[in-house]
């Protein structure tokens, strides 16, 4: 058994490890408060707007298309891979890495065998893990982590649509976890261009006679940049309400366990402590009836 002092000093450790863990949970929940407030006050206006979007798609999908919105055969495939910066969030890194191998193999396997699938990684966590496994990463923001606004976010947006209308890219794809609530997030691949229009509203939109104020090019040019920069920064907002509530949970059960942890030991440390007294008892009986012999 060890020895007391050896059971003090796991203790004091595990103890001071306790703190940290709470002390991060603390400060995970409230960024959760902040961020979780900013992904309820965007998915509003954005889920409207791409509701707007794929109707205008729907009805024009006999008439001129949009570059964003035309339907290509997908031979140059670029995969953004959204994680985060720091780890101490439990599965929340590597789900989104098996994510993107289960989309790979589903989807793009033969653009992979070609050398034809690209990725683009934001999160240092994500990008560490995607160039251990030899894929081709082009390039990295991580940087847009720790300073998420509309105005960073539409920089990134406006390069990745340039890639798609430069014919670099014939699909850009999002993968990331969406938040639902502090302990659930759901892993999504998304496709992000071309524009898929809504195949649940299709047949009744294209009953419909649209009229087009100012012009069906106006909206076209103003209203899908704007909203795959919405979408784009709402994504952003998701990924980031997601690592906090996934970091609050693992901190959360990281400050559990180390309380059990403390209190096994607190037993063997008492178990060990009656036994050292028992054993000098024993001596001072021992040495007594010894004298009186």
């Known amino acids: 058994m060890a020895n007391l002092k050896e059971?003090?000093?796991?203790?004091?450790?595990?103890t001071t490890t306790r703190q940290v863990t709470s002390a991060m949970k603390m400060v995970s929940a409230a960024k959760l408060k902040k961020a979780q407030d900013l992904i309820l006050q965007?998915?509003?206006?954005?889920?409207?707007?791409?509701?707007?979007?794929?109707?205008i798609s729907s009805a024009l999908r006999n008439q001129e298309e949009s570059i964003f919105t035309a339907p290509k055969e997908p031979n140059k495939v670029l995969i953004v891979v959204l994680s985060s910066n720091r780890g101490l969030c439990g599965a929340f890194n590597s789900n989104i890495v098996k994510k993107t191998i289960d989309h790979i193999e589903e989807n793009y396997f033969l653009q992979y065998k070609r050398d034809?699938?690209?990725?683009?990684?934001?999160?240092?966590?994500?990008?560490?893990?995607?160039?251990?496994?030899?894929?081709?990463?082009?390039g990295e923001e991580n940087a847009l982590l720790d300073n998420i606004s509309f105005?960073?976010?539409?920089?990134?947006?406006?390069?990745?649509?340039?890639?798609?209308?430069?014919?670099?890219?014939?699909?850009?794809?999002?993968?990331?976890?969406?938040f639902k609530n502090a302990a659930v997030q759901i892993l999504t691949a998304k496709q992000f261009l071309p524009i898929k229009p809504d195949e649940k509203r299709s047949?009744?939109?294209?009953?419909?006679?649209?009229?087009?104020?100012?012009?069906?090019?106006?909206?076209?040019?103003?209203?899908i940049p704007k909203s795959l920069k919405t979408q784009f920064y709402e994504v952003l907002l998701d990924s980031n309400a997601a690592e906090h509530g996934a970091r609050m949970t693992a901190m959360h059960q990281a400050?559990?366990?180390a309380t059990s942890l403390i209190d096994d030991l607190k037993l063997t440390y008492n178990k060990a402590r009656q036994a050292a007294?028992?054993?000098?008892?024993?001596?001072?009986?021992?040495?007594a009836e010894a004298l009186k012999g």
């Open 42 to 55: 965007i998915r509003p206006y954005a889920d409207k707007l791409q509701e707007i979007l794929s109707s």
């Open 277 to 287: 007294i028992t054993e000098e008892i024993l001596e001072i009986t021992s040495g």
């Open 116 to 138: 034809d699938l690209h990725f683009l990684a934001i999160g240092k966590q994500g990008e560490k893990h995607l160039r251990s496994l030899n894929l081709r990463v082009i």
């Open 203 to 223: 047949n009744d939109i294209i009953l419909l006679d649209y009229i087009f104020e100012p012009s069906k090019e106006t909206i076209i040019e103003e209203l």
């Open 7 to 14: 059971i003090r000093t796991r203790i004091a450790s595990v």
């Open 255 to 257: 400050t559990d366990n």
């Open 151 to 178: 105005e960073n976010t539409t920089i990134l947006t406006e390069r990745l649509m340039d890639y798609f209308k430069a014919g670099k890219y014939d699909r850009i794809d999002i993968v990331y976890n969406q």
